[in-house]
C-alpha cells in the first residue's frame, strides 16, 4: 500500500475513534452528558465537512467548517551558504555572474516578520485544507571571512502565499496533528520567489470547562521541518547590501583584500586559479567598495539551506467558543526561533 494511502486510512481510523469517543474514558462523563446528548440531536444541514451529520450522530463536537485566521509570524534561523557566483555592474563594466568556490562564510542568519491571512476549510471532520497570504519584511545577514572578513544586511519586504493541510483526530482529549504546507516567498530584490517546504507534527490535550463544555484550553508539544528552495539569483546595490559601516572603513576592507590576495602564490595551480577568478570579478568588487562606490550592483547566484531543518515547538490555544480562537506558539528548541500569534473566526457558510 502506497504511504499516503496509509497515511490517509490512518486519519480516518483516527477520525472515527474521536467522534465515539469525545473524552479521555471510554464513558461520558456524567457532568458533559447533556451536552453531549444534545449534540447527537443536530441536525447538520452543511455540505461539509463529508460526513459531519454521522460525527454529530456519534456525539462528536466538530468546529465550524468554514475559518478565517489572521497570524502574526516572526522567525529567525541559521542559513548554509554554497556554490555562489558573483558579478558586477556598474557604468563602465559589465562582468556576468561568475563562479567564486573559495569564498568562506561564518555565521549567516534570517529573519522575517509576516502577517498571514489563512482562509480554511474542513473538508471531512479529520482534514482542513488551507492557502495563505501574507505580506511582511526580511533581514538576512551573511558574514565573509575568506577572502576578508565582510558583514552584508539586507532589508526588504516580502510577500507570501501557498496553500497546505492538516489531518487531526484523537481520543477524548487528546489528540494528534499533522501539517503540510508550501509556500511562496517573494523578497522584493529577487528575482524568483523562495520556496518553502514546512512539515510539523504536534500531540496535544484540551481541557474542557465543567460548566461550559464548548469552551476549552488546548496545549500542546510537537516538531516542525522547514526545507528552503535551494538556488536564489539576484541583484543588489551594494549600498542596499552593506551596512554603513562598511562604507566608513571601506579602504581599510579593500586593503585587507588585497592583503588576501598578494598572499596568494601564483606559482601553486590551485592558488594561481583564485587569483585568476578574483581579478576576474572580486577585484573590481572591492575596489568599487574602496570608492564608496553605494550604487554598483553586485549580482548574485547561490545555494542556500537552513542550518538545522528540525526544531520543537510548544503551544497553546484558548477556544472561547465555536467562533473564536485564540492561539500562542513557540520554537523554542533547536536553532530556529519562532513565534506565531493568531485569532482564528469560525463560522457556518
Not at 483526530?169 to 516567498?185: K, L, Q
Amino acid at each position: 500500500m502506497q504511504p499516503l494511502k496509509i497515511f490517509f486510512l490512518f486519519f480516518v481510523l483516527l477520525g472515527i475513534n474521536t467522534v465515539s469517543a469525545q473524552y479521555a474514558t471510554t464513558k461520558v462523563r456524567s457532568k458533559h452528558q447533556a451536552y453531549t446528548d444534545s449534540l447527537k440531536q443536530v441536525k447538520y444541514d452543511n455540505v461539509l465537512p463529508i460526513w459531519g451529520q454521522k460525527a454529530y450522530k456519534k456525539g462528536f463536537d466538530i468546529p465550524y467548517p468554514t475559518g478565517a485566521m489572521i497570524n502574526f509570524v516572526w522567525v529567525r534561523q541559521g542559513l548554509l551558504i554554497d556554490n555562489i557566483s558573483l558579478g558586477l555592474k556598474t557604468d563602465n563594466t559589465d562582468i556576468p555572474l561568475t563562479e567564486v568556490d573559495f569564498i568562506k562564510f561564518g555565521n549567516n542568519y534570517s529573519e522575517a516578520n509576516t502577517v498571514l491571512f489563512r482562509p480554511d476549510i474542513w473538508v471531512f471532520p479529520f482534514l482542513n485544507i488551507y492557502g495563505l497570504f501574507g505580506l511582511g519584511s526580511s533581514r538576512t545577514e551573511v558574514n565573509l571571512t575568506i577572502p576578508t572578513e565582510l558583514r552584508s544586511v539586507v532589508d526588504q519586504r516580502l510577500t507570501t502565499y501557498g496553500f497546505g493541510a492538516t489531518a487531526a483526530g484523537g481520543i477524548g482529549p487528546v489528540w494528534i496533528a499533522v501539517d503540510a504546507n508550501i509556500s511562496w516567498s517573494k523578497p522584493e530584490l529577487l528575482d524568483d520567489p523562495v520556496t518553502v517546504k514546512t512539515f510539523g507534527v504536534r500531540v496535544g490535550h484540551n481541557f474542557v470547562q465543567d460548566d461550559k463544555p464548548y469552551r476549552n484550553f488546548g496545549v500542546w508539544i510537537g516538531a516542525m521541518k522547514v526545507t528552503l528552495g535551494s538556488e536564489t539569483v539576484g541583484a543588489i546595490q551594494l549600498k542596499d547590501a552593506l551596512p554603513p559601516e562598511v562604507f566608513e572603513r571601506a579602504q581599510e576592507i579593500e586593503a585587507n583584500y588585497f592583503e588576501w590576495l598578494n598572499s596568494l602564490n601564483p606559482n601553486n595551480p590551485i592558488d594561481a586559479r583564485k587569483i585568476e577568478i578574483a581579478n576576474e570579478v572580486l577585484t573590481p568588487i572591492f575596489e568599487r567598495i574602496g570608492a564608496a562606490d553605494g550604487d554598483a550592483i553586485v549580482r548574485y547566484s547561490l545555494a542556500k539551506k537552513v542550518k538545522e531543518p528540525w526544531n520543537g515547538v510548544i503551544g497553546a490555544q484558548y477556544q472561547l467558543n465555536k467562533n473564536w480562537m485564540f492561539r500562542a506558539e513557540g520554537g523554542v528548541i533547536g536553532d530556529r526561533k519562532s513565534l506565531l500569534l493568531s485569532v482564528n473566526w469560525r463560522f457556518l457558510l
